[in-house]
């Protein structure tokens, strides 16, 4: 089950082996990890070279993360960069990445930790894929000039996407925002966001 969730990188290196024993990990965040997202999940260490997306909670020494439906990752902390924003670097530092979908990437057993938005990633795999088809269907030495407007046009549509996804998404957090205002202007406490 796991090894379908783990990508290989676009740079062609195979996942390698185990960065460390999953026996090592303390029973406790196993426990918490049963809590958050189910008693029947499969447990298991990052490999060499893998590339993990999906929610996170962090743990003294660790960081797991659902993977899939039924597949969590322990990943060591002291193996990830987490200095690729500073705003990840700030919630890191304040024990706030609890939730947060990431990406964590590995070469060699160095990992390297980024935000990750599993619908704008979506636009980006589908229209990799359909640039690739037309690549192969209308590239060279086919019909090269065709190819090269119809990349350029996918590129402007793919970007049109993306930025009425952000749009969206800023909406939806201008109105969380706005919500929490109204009831803090009540005099009623509320709970900061995150974001």
């Known amino acids: 089950m796991e090894e379908a969730q783990t990508r290989q990188p676009e740079d062609g290196a195979k996942a390698g082996k185990r960065l460390h024993d999953i026996n090592q990990v303390p029973h406790a965040l196993r426990q918490e990890a049963q809590a958050r997202w189910g008693v029947n999940m499969d447990f298991n260490a990052t490999r060499e070279n893998g590339r993990y997306n999906g929610p996170v909670f962090t743990g003294d020494e ?60 979506l636009i980006e795999e589908m229209f990799g894929r359909i640039q690739k088809i037309a690549k192969e269907r209308y590239g060279e030495p086919e019909q090269p000039d065709l190819y090269e407007k119809l990349s350029r046009q996918l590129d402007e549509i793919k970007t049109d996407m993306v930025e009425q996804y952000k749009e969206v998404k800023n909406r939806q957090f201008e109105q969380c925002t706005g919500q929490q205002r109204a009831i803090e202007s009540q005099g009623h406490p509320a709970k900061s966001l995150e974001r």
């Open 62 to 121: 660790y960081v797991v993360q659902c993977v899939g439906e039924k597949s969590v990752m322990f990943h060591r902390k002291e193996q990830i960069d987490f200095a690729t924003s500073a705003n990840m670097q700030k919630r890191l530092e304040e024990n706030r990445l609890n939730d947060a979908n990431l990406s964590i990437r590995y070469i060699g057993d160095k990992g390297k930790a980024n935000f990750h938005d599993p619908q704008r990633a």
